[in-house]
């Protein structure tokens, strides 16, 4: 089971397949989204603004998470983040479908995703 929370509520999937629909979907709004499986963690958030993306990965409750990575952006994008604006640096903006990408292989594995680089937070 895949869980997808939004600030509207939980949203649960049985496949990937379903979880991009939703996530395309939704990808029309300036949103954030929480994917995680059967546990809390690992799970990845994902912030969306029209064609750009952010995402962090959060290992465990302790503090170990990584932010997306993409040293050849220089589009500074405002997402909505817990309610509020965040503005990240560039390099951590990445393409919407890198981000599909991400959330595919994420849900496969709950491991971090090798698609995209990272940056150690």
């Known amino acids: 089971m895949i869980t997808v929370s939004t600030d509207e509520g939980d949203h649960s999937f049985k496949s990937v397949d379903d979880v991009l629909k939703f996530v395309q979907s939704s990808a029309k709004d300036n949103i954030e989204l929480w994917i995680s499986g059967k546990q809390s963690y690992p799970c990845i958030t994902i912030c969306i603004c029209g064609e750009y993306a952010a995402i962090n990965y959060f ?22 983040a817990d309610g509020e604006e965040w503005k990240p640096d560039a390099n951590a903006v990445i393409s919407l479908n890198s981000a599909f990408s991400c959330i595919r292989e994420f849900c496969a594995t709950y491991g971090r995703p090798a698609c995209i680089q990272w940056q150690e937070l």
């Open 59 to 80: 290992q465990n409750d302790t503090g170990d998470m990584w932010l997306s990575y993409n040293e050849e952006n220089q589009e500074e994008v405002t997402f909505m």
